[in-house]
C-alpha cells in the first residue's frame, strides 16, 4: 500500500499492525516500511528543514547518534519537502538517517495526527516493533521536540517486547514437548 492508497478512516492505534507505505528519501530511493519488518522501527515526522525546533531536534539525534545505533533500531525523519531540500538540510548538518518526503502530509495525517491540533502544529514520533506493530506514538506540539532518552527508551521497550514473545513462544513449545 503507498500514500495513495489510504482510506479518510485509517488510524494508528498502539498495539495494532501499522499501516503499511511507500516514501522517497532524500536520494530518491524508495523506502517501505514492510521492508523493515524484523527491526524495530523509528519514524521521527517533524514539520519542517531548516526551523528552529526540527534543526535541534534531528541534530540531538546526530549527537546521540551512537546511542541510537546500539538500539539497532531503522530510525527515519518524516517531513513535507522535496528530496532536494531534504538532502540539502541533511548534508548542511551531518544527519545520519534517511529523511523520507511526505509532501502532501497523507502518511504524517495518519501516523502523527492529534485529535486537537492540526497537523502543520505537531510532530510524533512512532516506534514500530520487529513484527509490525504499533509499540508507542507520541504527538506534540511544533514548538516541542521528544527527547533523545524517551525515544531511546521507547525504542527497548519495542525490543523487549520482541523478546517476551520469543520467551513466551519458546517457554510454549517446552510445555507441549512435555506433553507429548
Known amino acids: 500500500m503507498n500514500n495513495g492508497e489510504f482510506g479518510p478512516d485509517i488510524r494508528v492505534v498502539v ?3 501499522a499501516p503499511d507505505f511507500v516514501l522517497t528519501t532524500e536520494n530518491r530511493e524508495k523506502w517501505s516500511l514492510a521492508d523493515q519488518i524484523g527491526n524495530v ?10 526551523t528552529l525546533v526540527c534543526t535541534k531536534q534531528m541534530c540531538s539525534l546526530r549527537d546521540n547518534w551512537e546511542t541510537y545505533l546500539e ?5 527515519v525523519g518524516i517531513s513535507p519537502g522535496s528530496p532536494d531540500e531534504h538532502k540539502s538540510f541533511s548534508t548542511r ?14 502518511i504524517t495525517n495518519i501516523f502523527g495526527k492529534h485529535w486537537l491540533y492540526p497537523i502543520n502544529f505537531t510532530r510524533a514520533v512512532v516506534v514500530i516493533d520487529a513484527k509490525g506493530i504499533v509499540r508507542s506514538r507520541e504527538v506534540m506540539l511544533r514548538a ?11 525504542i ?3 525490543r ?7 520467551y513466551k513462544e519458546l517457554r510454549d513449545r517446552i ?4 506433553i507429548d
Open 15 to 17: 498495539g495494532k499492525p
Open 41 to 50: 522501527t523509528v519514524l521521527l515526522f517533524y514539520p519542517k528543514d531548516e
Open 71 to 75: 538500539t539497532k533500531a531503522a530510525i
Open 93 to 106: 548538518h551531518n544527519l545520519p538517517l534517511s529523511l523520507l518526503v511526505d509532501e502532501n502530509r497523507a
Open 144 to 154: 516541542f521536540r521528544p527527547k533523545d532518552t524517551e525515544v531511546i527508551t521507547s
Open 156 to 158: 527497548y521497550a519495542a
Open 160 to 166: 523487549g517486547d520482541a523478546l517476551a514473545d520469543k
Open 175 to 178: 510445555h507441549d514437548s512435555r
